[in-house]
């Protein structure tokens, strides 16, 4: 049996530093951690809560913590987390109805995504400082 030869040389795969990833895997990809991110951060709404039933010593050390630079980063995060999250979960259940499949459709939606994440978290820390 006689083995072919390779008169071309295969091409490689791409890798990070060649490829330049779309704006839809990087929405997939995002869509993922804010998932993981929105778990742990309902550990944290939870143990808010078992602090507020437990004793007024707990809930003022939780709420405290909260109300700490580093405790408004983590909730400013959550909160874009989860919008991030929920529309990138309505961006998936259009797709669910096969509308906005194309190519441009979807980079637009995924760019839609983004930008509407950031301006929605805005808008209700907005609202939250002014009714505070």
């Known amino acids: 049996m006689t ?3 390779a008169t071309h040389q295969r091409p490689l795969s791409p890798h990070l530093t060649i490829y330049k990833p779309p704006i839809t895997m990087t929405m997939s990809i995002v869509h993922r951690i804010t998932g ?3 778990y742990f ?3 944290l709404v ?3 809560l078992i602090a507020a039933a437990t004793s007024e010593d707990a809930f003022n050390l939780v709420n405290g913590f909260f109300g700490s630079w580093f405790g408004r980063l983590v909730l400013f995060g959550y909160t874009w987390a989860l919008l991030h999250h929920m529309l990138g979960g309505i961006r998936h259940l259009i797709w669910d109805t096969i ?4 190519k441009h459709t979807a980079s637009k939606m995924a760019w839609a995504t ?4 950031v301006a929605l978290t805005l808008l209700v820390w907005l609202a939250g400082y002014m009714l505070r």
């Open 41 to 43: 951060g309902t550990l």
């Open 99 to 102: 509308t906005g499949l194309e």
């Open 114 to 117: 983004v930008i509407g994440s």
């Open 46 to 48: 939870a143990l808010w």
């Open 36 to 38: 993981s991110a929105l």
């Open 3 to 5: 083995r072919p030869t």
